[in-house]
């Protein structure tokens, strides 16, 4: 989230045209004070009981949490691009989040 947090102008442009949503089995008042707290520009959303992410296939029932998937979702609705999992640490996995972005926001 701190990379997000980081790239956020360059690579969400700045919220123009461009909407995060991070969802998480955490609970709301949790996600949102750890949100203020870390001064995250996007909004967590709080999914308790993985049904999010059991329709969208990140739902990991061993260990009853959203696995770290990105779906990049366009603006007819459909999803343009998936990252499963994400890799975080990887600069290729942003380069190509960027390049789904961008191919949606011109």
Do not use: C
């Amino acid at each position: 989230m701190d990379a997000y947090r980081d790239q956020y102008a360059t690579l969400f442009h700045g919220g123009r045209k461009v909407t995060l949503l991070a969802i998480s089995v955490d609970p709301a008042q949790e996600l949102a004070a750890w949100a203020h707290d870390q001064r995250y520009p996007f909004r967590f959303l709080s999914d308790p009981h993985g049904t999010v992410g059991r329709l969208y296939g990140a739902w990991e029932p061993r260990f009853r949490v959203d696995n770290r998937t990105l779906y990049v979702i366009g603006p007819d609705g459909k999803i343009a691009h998936v990252a499963a999992p994400f890799q975080e640490i990887d600069p290729l996995a942003y380069q190509l989040l960027g390049a789904a972005i961008d191919s949606l926001t011109r």
